[in-house]
C-alpha cells in the first residue's frame, strides 16, 4: 500500500508562484514514476507533469511547459512541483500519484495510487 499526501495549496495572485509538495509511503518509493494532476472546477482531471524514479526525464503538459517544475527528493520520498507564473486556468485541486511499474506517461489509468489532492486558487 501505498500513501500519498499533498502539502503546499493555497490561494495566491496571477503571476505569483507555489510550490506543492507531496510525501510518500513505502520503501520502494524511489522506484516509482511520480505525476501530478490537476482537476478544474467542472473539468475532468488532466495531466500536469510526471518524473521517472531517478529525476533524470520529465514530462510536461504543453500549458504549463516552462512555468512549472517538477523533482523529486527520494531520500525524503517527496515529489515536488514548482509553479510560476500562475494564471487563474491553473485553479483547480492538484493531485499526485504514483506508477508502480515505472512508466513516464501522461495517462491516468497508468498510475495505481492516488493522494487526496490540494487546492490551488489562482484569482485574477
Known amino acids: 500500500q501505498v500513501q500519498l499526501v499533498e502539502s503546499g495549496g493555497g490561494l495566491v495572485q496571477a503571476g505569483g508562484s507555489l510550490r506543492l509538495s507531496c510525501a510518500g509511503s513505502?520503501?520502494?518509493?524511489?522506484?516509482?514514476?511520480m505525476g501530478w494532476f490537476r482537476q478544474a472546477p467542472g473539468k475532468e482531471r488532466e495531466f500536469v507533469a510526471a518524473i521517472n524514479w531517478s529525476g533524470s526525464s520529465t514530462l510536461y503538459a504543453d500549458s504549463v511547459k516552462g512555468r512549472f517544475t517538477i523533482s523529486r527528493d527520494n531520500a525524503k520520498r517527496t515529489v515536488y512541483l514548482q509553479m510560476n507564473s500562475l494564471k487563474p486556468d491553473d485553479t483547480g485541486v492538484y493531485y499526485c500519484?504514483?506508477?508502480?511499474?515505472?512508466?513516464?506517461?501522461?495517462?491516468?489509468?497508468?498510475?495505481?495510487?492516488w493522494g487526496q489532492g490540494t487546492q490551488i486558487t489562482v484569482s485574477s
Open positions: 513505502g520503501r520502494t518509493f524511489r522506484s516509482y514514476t
Open positions: 500519484a504514483a506508477d508502480l511499474d515505472g512508466r513516464l506517461g501522461r495517462s491516468q489509468i497508468d498510475y495505481d495510487y
